[in-house]
């Protein structure tokens, strides 16, 4: 399925809950804070959807990361002969 499609999905979804949520209120009244919320949070996913859609183009041609291999040789000793173990001191110190 393509990103096209599954946007479509989720619009007719969106469209079937906003329907739902309309007979909803025709039956319960929009008075009360529980259906406001309702149907603020229904009009919220709308426009959200809205927004993916218009990205969608721009989201999808991003390209992922280039990835960069890490061998699995050991690091050159050395590298570390100046510094101290973590958490332990400098080798050549005893603690106080």
């Known amino acids: 399925m393509s990103v096209n499609d599954d946007l479509t ?3 007719r979804c969106v469209d079937e809950l906003s329907r739902s949520v309309d007979r909803l209120e025709q039956r319960l009244g929009s008075g009360g804070l529980e259906m406001r919320r309702v149907r603020a949070d229904a009009d919220h996913l709308r426009e959200s959807l809205a927004l993916l ?4 183009p721009r989201l999808s041609q991003q390209r992922s990361p280039e990835l960069v291999t890490i061998s699995d040789t050991p690091y050159d000793i050395t590298l570390w002969t100046d510094s101290d173990d973590e958490g332990l001191g400098a080798r050549d110190r005893h603690a106080p």
């Open 9 to 11: 999905s989720v619009q």
């Open 53 to 56: 859609r218009e990205a969608a």
